[in-house]
C-alpha cells in the first residue's frame, strides 16, 4: 500500500506503507500528475491519498478491507458537502449514486480528495485519456464517474477513517466548473438542462457557465474493467443453500415451465416458495400440479385471494431460510447451470446482490462487463437473505410503479450494493395473459385535478432522490410531456403541470399515511 499526503493543493509526502513507511521520492507536486506516477512505479498495489488533516484519522485495515476486488475505488468527505453541489442532481435526477448514506458502504461515483484509494492497475487504465490540468477533487470524479460505466466499483465507505469528523475545509466547484464537467460526461443536451433549472428552481441565469462549457468536448473513456478478486482464496460455504420465491397470478402453463426448469438445476433449490393470487373469492388453485407431481424441492404453496405483487413477495420473503433467495417470476426461461453460476458468482467475488440479465427474445445485451446496477430486478435477481431483516417491498407501492426500484434502494442504504452480471442470462417470456397489474381503482381515480406523474412514482422520488434530483425530473417531465397532452398553449400547459404536479404530492403523502402500520 501506498500513501500520497497532500494539502489540497501539492503532495506533501510518499510513503510505503509495506516498508515501515520508508518515503518514495517524487519530484512532481502536482497532486493528480503524482498519483499517476506512484501507479506506474507500483501497479500492484493499493494507491492511497489523503489530506494531510486527515492522516492520523486514516484506517488502512478499513482500506485493506474495501478490496476485496481490483476493480474498487473508494472514497470518503468528512466534511458535509461534496466537491459538486447539489445541483448535479438535476442532471441525474434517476440516478441512486446522488442522495449518498454516509454512514455505510455506499455506491456512487462522487469521490473526495480528502481519504480515498484505488490499485494501480485500475488507475491506470485512465492514462491519457483525462486530463490532469483540473483540480484533484475534478480528477478523481471524473475517473469515478467514466469508471463506473465501465465496471469500475465506486463507493463512499465511512470505514476509511477511524472516527468521523466533520471537515467544514474541502474545495467545492463552482458553477462553472459544474457546468464544465456535465459538458465533458453527459449528452449535450444535460448543459441546457442544467441551465433551465438554475433559471427555473434559482433565479439564476449562468449564461458565463454555459458558453465556458460549450468550448470543451465529451471525454471518451473507451477501456472496460474485468471483476478480478485480489486472490483466489477458498470460496468460505462450500454448499450455499437457496430458496426461490415466484408470485403467479394466471399464468399455470408458464409457472409450470419455470418449475421444470428449477428441477434441471445442477444446484437445487432448497425450496420453491410460491404465491398464488385469485382476486374471486371461494375460488380454487388451478395449480394443480404442485401435488400431482413429484419435485426435486420442498414447494411451499400459498393460495391468496389478495392481488398485488409486493404483498406476494413478501408473503414469499417470509418463509425463506436458505443462505440466498432468488427472486423470480412466473415467466421466465433459463439454462441448468443458473443457480450454480449465481451462487458461484457471488461466493467468489463475495458479493451480496446480483441483478441477471432479463431480456426478452429479440432483446440484445449492450452490457459487456458487470457493473453497479442503478435499479433492481425484481425478477431476476438473487441476495442473500440475511439481509431480509432489513428490507421489504414497500406496500405504498402495491400496484403502482417502481416497487423494484424501492427494494434496491433500501438495499443500497443497508450497505449492500447491486451488481449487474450481463452473462447470467435469464429470457424473460412476458406472458400475454396474468401479471400483478391489474386495472386497480385508485385513490386519486376521481380526482378533479389527475396527478402527474403517478402518486406512486411520486412517492418514489420523495424518498430515493434529493431535492434537486427531484426537480430536475419535473423540469424534464415538463418538457417531455408536453407533446403527449392536449393543451397547447404552452402558459396554460405549465400552470395545469404544475397543479398535477402538486395533487402528484398530496396524494404520494396521503399513500404514505394510509400505509403506515
Known amino acids: 500500500m501506498i500513501l500520497l499526503t497532500h494539502n489540497g493543493k501539492t503532495i506533501v509526502n510518499v510513503t510505503n506503507l509495506n516498508e515501515e513507511n520508508a518515503v518514495i521520492p517524487i519530484n512532481e507536486k502536482k497532486i493528480s500528475v503524482s498519483l499517476f506516477e506512484v501507479a506506474k512505479l507500483f501497479p500492484n498495489e493499493i494507491i492511497i491519498w489523503c489530506n494531510e488533516a486527515h492522516k492520523d484519522n486514516l484506517n488502512i485495515k478499513g482500506i485493506l478491507e474495501s478490496f476485496h476486488l481490483q476493480n474498487i475505488m473508494v472514497s470518503y468527505a468528512c466534511s458535509e458537502k461534496n466537491y459538486f453541489p447539489e445541483q448535479i442532481g438535476y442532471v441525474e435526477d434517476t440516478s441512486p449514486f446522488i442522495k449518498v448514506n454516509k454512514q455505510v458502504k455506499y455506491p456512487t461515483w462522487i469521490m473526495s480528495s480528502q481519504i480515498g484509494a484505488i490499485y494501480g492497475t485500475a488507475l ?8 490532469l490540468n483540473n483540480s484533484f477533487d475534478y480528477v478523481l470524479n471524473s475517473i469515478a464517474k467514466l469508471g463506473i460505466a465501465k465496471g469500475l466499483f465506486c463507493y463512499s465507505n465511512p470505514n476509511l477513517i477511524n472516527k468521523k469528523t466533520i471537515d467544514e475545509v474541502n474545495e467545492q466547484s463552482s458553477i462553472v466548473t ?9 449528452k449535450y443536451s444535460w448543459i441546457i438542462m442544467l441551465f433551465i433549472n438554475y433559471f427555473r428552481h434559482e433565479k439564476k441565469i449562468p449564461l458565463r457557465a454555459l458558453i465556458n462549457a460549450l468550448f470543451y468536448s465529451k471525454v471518451r473513456f473507451q477501456n472496460n474493467f474485468k471483476i478480478e478478486t485480489v486472490n483466489f482464496s477458498k470460496i468460505e460455504n462450500e454448499s450455499p443453500s437457496i430458496d426461490v420465491i415466484i408470485p403467479t397470478i394466471g399464468r399455470k402453463k408458464y409457472l409450470y415451465n419455470v418449475l421444470e426448469d428449477l428441477s434441471k438445476q445442477t444446484l437445487k433449490p432448497q425450496k420453491v416458495i410460491i404465491v398464488e393470487q385469485d382476486p374471486v373469492q371461494n375460488s380454487k388453485t388451478e395449480l394443480n400440479y404442485i401435488e400431482s407431481k413429484t419435485w426435486p424441492f420442498k414447494i411451499i404453496h400459498k393460495f391468496i385471494h389478495q392481488t398485488g405483487a409486493c404483498n406476494a413477495r413478501n408473503l414469499a420473503l417470509k418463509e425463506v431460510t436458505a443462505d440466498y433467495v432468488y427472486l423470480a417470476d412466473d415467466d421466465n426461461e433459463f439454462h441448468n447451470d443458473l443457480l450454480h453460476n449465481v451462487i458461484n458468482t457471488l461466493e467468489t467475488y463475495k458479493l451480496g446482490c446480483i441483478t441477471m440479465s432479463y431480456l426478452q ?20 435477481s438473487v441476495l442473500k437473505s440475511e439481509y431480509l431483516k432489513s428490507v421489504a417491498f414497500n406496500m405504498v407501492l402495491e400496484h403502482g410503479y417502481g416497487e423494484d426500484v424501492d427494494f434496491g434502494m433500501q438495499l443500497r442504504n443497508i450497505g449492500v450494493d447491486v451488481i449487474y452480471f450481463p452473462n447470467i442470462k435469464i429470457l424473460h417470456l412476458k406472458a400475454p395473459v396474468g401479471g400483478f397489474r391489474t386495472t386497480i381503482e385508485h385513490i386519486w381515480s376521481n380526482d378533479s385535478i389527475q396527478p402527474k406523474p403517478s402518486p406512486t412514482v411520486m412517492f418514489n422520488r420523495l424518498n430515493n432522490t434529493t431535492e434537486h434530483q427531484l426537480l430536475g425530473y419535473q423540469t424534464r417531465l415538463l418538457i417531455e410531456y408536453y407533446k403527449y397532452q392536449n393543451i397547447k398553449n404552452p402558459l396554460r400547459y405549465f ?13 404520494a403523502n396521503e399513500l404514505k399515511n394510509n400505509n403506515k402500520n
Open 124 to 131: 491506470l487504465k485512465f492514462k491519457g485519456q483525462i486530463s
Open 178 to 186: 459544474l457546468f464544465k464537467f456535465v459538458k465533458q460526461h453527459y
Open 361 to 380: 427474445k429479440d432483446e440484445k445485451e449492450t452490457q459487456n462487463e458487470p457493473i453497479q446496477w442503478y435499479t433492481f430486478g425484481a425478477g431476476s
Open 495 to 507: 400552470k395545469v403541470f404544475l397543479k398535477q404536479w402538486q395533487r402528484s404530492k398530496y396524494w
